[in-house]
């Protein structure tokens, strides 16, 4: 049990409300409130103040909200180490999408191909800004590779078209 809900408990035990306590600590009732919502906690001196008139340690008032505390650090860690975990995995997709996109751009019809469809298949990941500008990239390399290569080949027929004319 949380310390705010321990302290919520003792005081309707006691049959206190939230001003009779407040009186007797000379505090707001708001700020009892708090305690018992979980919005703040209670200083030092007060808690002191809030055992005694509980008639409860302030051991006792604690030790169920410390071990909630160390439940909570290992949830903590097993939420980080999933989250570490995933960043790995993105890393290694990432890596492997950049890979790829590079690779196709040697065969240039492919790699417009290929680099499209990674594009599609990257358009709502946020964490691919790399991959997206890679892949914007390679395609307009292997535009303008296609372009060179369609270039050529005409080129080389219209010149040995000439050649047979004259």
């Known amino acids: 049990m949380m310390l705010a809900e321990k302290l919520k408990k003792c005081r309707l035990e006691k049959q206190y409300s939230q001003g009779d306590v407040a009186d007797q600590l000379n505090i707001s009732r708001q700020a009892i409130?708090?305690?018992?919502?979980?919005?703040?906690?209670?200083?030092?001196?007060?808690?002191?103040?809030?055992?005694q008139?509980?008639?409860?340690?302030?051991?006792?008032?604690?030790?169920?909200?410390?071990?909630?505390?160390?439940?909570?650090?290992?949830?903590l860690n097993t939420i980080e180490h999933n989250v570490e975990k995933k960043n790995s995995a993105i890393s290694n997709e990432v890596l492997?999408?950049?890979?790829?996109?590079?690779?196709?751009?040697?065969?240039?019809?492919?790699?417009?191909?290929?680099?499209?469809?990674?594009l599609l298949k990257t358009r709502n990941k946020k964490n691919y800004l790399l991959v997206k500008v890679l892949c914007i990239i390679c395609i307009l390399i292997c535009i303008y590779n296609n372009v060179i290569i369609v270039n050529n080949l005409f080129f080389q027929y219209s010149q040995g078209n000439a050649e047979l004319i004259q």
């Open 33 to 51: 409130s708090k305690w018992e919502n979980g919005w703040t906690t209670p200083d030092l001196d007060n808690l002191k103040l809030l055992s």
């Open 53 to 75: 008139l509980y008639d409860i340690s302030i051991d006792e008032l604690l030790n169920e909200s410390i071990t909630d505390f160390s439940k909570t650090n290992e949830l």
């Open 96 to 118: 492997i999408f950049m890979s790829l996109s590079i690779v196709s751009c040697i065969l240039p019809p492919i790699g417009i191909i290929v680099n499209a469809w990674l």
